[in-house]
């Protein structure tokens, strides 16, 4: 069996129930934590924490070379960890295949997401969001600006009256560049490179500064922060250590609109509703 689980949003404690004992019963434990991390716990704070050794795979590991997974899973139980729900990466998913044309029986535990939190914490219904995006680093796709694959969703939802979620760059084993475009949380956290909302408010500002956007900071840790306001407006503020995210609104049902002005201090004007 090979079972796939999902480790939440925060810390050692963010899995659930059933991932946890799935964690602590097996035979053997792999993770990755390129595609997202826990910026409230290491790989020591799980092993000490769910008494178990967890062998820490990099990209390559799990997209070109996965044998030693597989193997483990055709051998025993083994049990493959990821940060958030284990299966919004298309990476998951392909190793689940290999797995099962081998015949190697797969289960999922899933677990919070970034995208429900977005929701939970601002008040946005979540069958009201569209396409989600990513926004790259300047340096990541080359190019000046904003990449037209983020500027086509953000269009295409607004078009439809839909919220925008912005999932903001990562970039594992890059040293941060020492300006206000990254951040490194702390020790913990060693050569890793975060977008944060400032930063991703002004590169979206130049087409979009006046648009309402909620920024989304530590969802799923003890003290989330969310923040409501112009684009060009948030692109003057800080908003502590990541994860951070930024959501676009489209259309606003009454209740959302209240949402936003309580949890997240959006200013009256910009709260249209339909």
Not at 111 to 136: D, H, I, M, V, W
Request: hydrophobic share 40%; aromatic share 6%.
């Amino acid at each position: 069996m090979l079972t796939f689980v999902g480790l939440g949003l925060y810390d050692e404690r963010s899995i659930t129930v059933e991932g946890r004992d799935a964690l602590r019963n097996a035979d053997r434990v792999f993770a990755e934590f390129y595609t997202s991390k826990l910026l409230g716990a290491t790989v020591d704070d799980l092993e000490a924490y769910h008494d178990a050794d967890i062998e820490v795979r990099d990209r390559a590991g799990v997209e070109q070379d996965p044998e030693d997974i597989l193997r483990a899973g055709n051998d025993g139980d083994a049990v493959f960890l990821t940060a958030g729900d284990t299966m919004i990466s298309t990476t998951h998913v392909d190793l689940r295949l290999r797995a099962e044309e081998r015949g190697i029986d797969t289960q999922v535990v899933h677990a919070p997401t970034a995208e429900s939190a977005a929701s939970g914490l601002t008040g946005l219904q979540n069958y009201r969001f569209g396409k989600a995006t990513t926004l790259p680093f300047e340096y990541a796709h080359g190019a000046d600006g904003v990449p037209a694959s983020v500027t086509e969703a953000l269009d295409e939802n607004r078009e439809r009256g839909l919220h925008t979620l912005v999932y903001l760059d990562i970039k594992v084993g890059e040293t941060p560049t020492g300006n206000r475009n990254a951040k490194r949380p702390d020790d913990k956290v060693q050569n890793d490179e975060y977008m944060t909302a400032d930063h991703a408010a002004r590169l979206l500002a130049d087409d979009y500064g006046d648009l309402l956007a909620v920024v989304v900071a530590r969802a799923g840790s003890p003290d989330p922060l969310v923040a409501a306001d112009r684009l060009s407006d948030l692109a003057d503020r800080e908003f502590g250590d990541p994860l951070h995210l930024l959501v676009v609104p489209g259309d606003l049902h009454h209740i959302e609109a209240d949402a936003l002005g309580e949890l997240a201090d959006a200013p009256e004007e910009l709260l249209h509703v339909e």
